[in-house]
């Protein structure tokens, strides 16, 4: 044998023994606990698909989102009157509420070429769609007969599934560019509001002098929560108007049993 390898063969021979020597190295240290280093796991959340859907997704069936019509936003067209001469291989024809749908394929034994209609996941009829405001919808799928096997023999003349609008608690219409419903403003009303405290005019020695009658004194007194003893009666104190003339009186109630009550009557202030 020679001395020394071929140069040729030297780095197939090096990478040998390395390979050697690091097997003897794991075997020697298996039965040893062995320390990593940090790892670092990173994850993606899945995208929630909509719950009303009794499917999975496919590629192959047809999406129509009402969103891109825009006769669909800004008008009061049906759905069907929507979607007529809009899907390849899907007839929409009459006049509502007589329309029928039928799409180009295979047909079932029975030879019934209406497709399987669901409204928001569940099963319904397309009279159920008649004079439906296209408005209200936010998208329309669609699968040819042969697509729908999931359905078993009730998709084999294909499905038409209508999904409406879902409000959502992100919205702001004022804000949100698909906001293209013309003349229309959304207001959110406060779901709590302190009430302020009634005006009443500033009456004592510091008090500055008028200069002219106060209009704000039509209601001379106001008082929503007045609480009466056992008897029934209570005290309170209020200033009269400025000017001579008759005020109603009016009391409204409710008793400690849930008894509503009301009285009126006249005060008249005197000059």
């Known amino acids: 044998m020679p001395a020394a390898p071929p140069a040729a063969l030297a780095p197939a021979i090096r990478r040998s023994q390395q390979q050697r020597a690091a097997e003897r190295a794991y075997l020697n240290s298996i039965d040893k606990p062995i320390q990593l280093n940090n790892v670092a796991v990173l994850g993606q959340r899945a995208a929630v698909s909509d719950p009303r859907r009794l499917y999975p997704a496919s590629a ?15 008008s009061s067209i049906s759905l069907l ?29 029975s030879g019934n070429n209406t497709p399987l209609i669901l409204l928001d996941g569940v099963r319904t009829t397309i009279s159920a769609l008649a004079f439906y405001q296209a408005a209200d919808v936010e998208r329309v799928e669609i699968m040819k007969p042969g697509q729908a096997t999931i359905f078993g023999s009730g998709g084999a003349d294909g ?15 004022r804000t949100d560019a698909t906001n293209t419903t013309p003349d229309v403003l959304a207001v959110r009303l406060p779901g709590y509001d302190c009430p302020q405290q009634f005006y009443a005019p500033r009456y004592g020695a510091d008090a500055p002098a008028p200069t002219r009658p106060d209009t704000r004194r039509a209601t001379l007194y106001w008082a929503p929560s007045l609480r009466t003893d056992a008897s029934g009666q209570t005290e309170f104190t209020f200033y009269t108007a400025e000017a001579a003339g008759s005020f109603r009186l009016s009391a409204e109630g409710i008793s400690t049993t849930g008894q509503p009550a009301l009285g009126s009557s006249l005060l008249e202030v005197k000059e």
Do not use: C, H, K, W
Request: glycine share 6%; net charge positive; no cysteine.
């Open 159 to 173: 499905v038409v599934a209508v999904y409406t609008r879902r409000g959502s608690p992100t919205y702001n219409a």
């Open 81 to 109: 009157q929507a979607l007529q001469s809009r899907i390849p291989g899907v007839s929409i024809s009459g006049t509502e509420p007589n329309m029928t749908i039928s799409m180009r394929g295979d047909r079932s034994f």
């Open 60 to 74: 192959t069936m047809t999406v129509v989102d009402m969103n891109t019509i825009p006769s669909a936003r800004t």
